[in-house]
């Protein structure tokens, strides 16, 4: 049973039992799919609401946070219920990004693959073809499906550009291992490129999906630049313990961005570098060498096993659309995905390698590059989450842009298949204990 429950862990094997339950659930009872996915967790809650009179309306914070009914007149401000999907998709899923974020900032230290910018050089420029390239063939297939607005004038489809741009770090990884092996150089190639996606899709994230609902207000992120001296004032107060650095210095920063109309599952990030780190980086993901004792690494160590278990919840949550759901925006995505992210790889590494002469890692070849960036077009987690704020929540473009973004998978065979038209040579290697998030 241990090995079970590690194995469905290291292989974020919760994350693919939600997606495939959600998807049984919403084909067999869409409405009671619906229900559970706007269950009321608590109500009477105000995050974001003012008081207001009858000229000055409060806006809601998200969908699924419910006003509850006021009789006309009343002076009080409105109450908003929390829902499941809230809770998971706004609140808990802050722990995921803050350990993709923690990933990024300890690429920067001295031995991360950020820390070169000669050998990182190729990799990086690669990953602005792989978010450029997907970009491009979206907007190309939602122009040419004379859809670019859906009808509803709330909704363009434009607005979901971004969805195709994201590498899912753990099943690219996942794959790329089995087609190239534990020791091609294209592995740490693959994760350099993941990483460098992650952060500009974080970047994406903040500067282009504002919550719709409320205004921009940056004199809120003041309260997160509080929580941000709240952290630096405990570590040089030496406190160990990640859990003050989150519940009090996180909590500030999280309401900061809530209220300042930016995402708020990203609000843990300013706080990362706050906590006590070590000052060099010992590998992405290398948990065999992971033997430091400081409050970041502590922090993932002990958040890992709860963000496989969010990431379950995420599936459950967000992958349950109806297969009749599939349309123009499915096809935007997944062309995005399967045609941009590997032309889009390959051309700018191709420009950077042999254009810029930055070159390739011993033992790498263009056509291992073409097979990576087909490895990378697996979007899925990240995917679907632009894809949930991206588009109101219960449309059909969402459903649709959801699909497409499930549709990804498919870049695994595509993956298999590119490596055997290419003759890639597997190449063993030690066998790490890795962890995907």
Known sequence: M??????????????IIG?????????????????????????????????????HEVPALEDEAKEVV??????????????????????????????????????????????NPKKAATPLIATLGGMAGPALFYFIVAKMGGVWHTGDHATELSRGWAIPCATDIAFSYMVARMVFGAGHPAIPFLLLLAIADDALGLVILAAFY??????????????????????????????????????????????????????????????????????????????????????????????????????????????????????????AVMIGLLVG????????????????????????????????GCAGAIGFTVALFVASVAFKTGTPVQDAAKMGALGSFSAAIMTFIAGKVMGTQKVAGADKETDHH
């Open 70 to 115: 006021e009789e006309p007149g009343s002076h009080a401000p409105k109450k908003k219920s929390i829902t499941l999907h809230y809770l998971i998709n706004d609140i808990l899923m802050a722990l995921f990004f803050a350990i993709a974020g923690k990933e990024v900032w300890e690429a920067t230290f001295p031995g991360g693959p950020l820390s």
């Open 2 to 15: 241990r090995k079970t429950i590690r194995f469905l862990l290291e292989n974020s094997m919760f994350l």
């Open 19 to 55: 997606t495939v339950a959600a998807l049984v659930w919403a084909n067999v009872n869409k409405d009671s799919y619906e229900h559970f996915l706007h269950m009321e967790l608590w109500g009477d809650t105000i995050v974001g609401a003012v008081h207001h009179d009858e000229a």
């Open 341 to 372: 992210k590997p032309v889009g790889i390959w051309v700018c590494g191709m420009f950077a390698a042999r254009g810029l002469k930055f070159g390739f890692p011993q033992g790498m070849t263009s056509k291992d590059l073409f097979v990576l």
């Open 210 to 331: 504002p919550n719709p609902d409320l205004p921009v207000e940056p004199m809120w992120l003041l309260l997160s630049a509080a929580g941000v001296v709240i952290g630096l004032v405990m570590r040089r107060m030496r406190l160990h313990s990640f859990w003050p650095y989150i519940l009090v210095g996180g909590v500030c920063s999280w309401f900061g961005f809530a209220l300042a109309g930016l995402h708020p599952a990203l609000g843990l990030l300013p706080i990362i570098p706050t906590m006590p780190h070590a000052h060099v980086d010992t590998g992405l993901f290398d948990w065999s060498k992971m033997e430091k004792d400081d409050t970041l690494t502590h922090f993932e160590h002990s958040m890992k096993t709860p963000v496989e278990l969010i990431l379950g919840m995420f599936g459950l949550l967000n992958a349950g659309v109806a297969f009749s759901s599939a349309g123009w925006a499915t096809s």
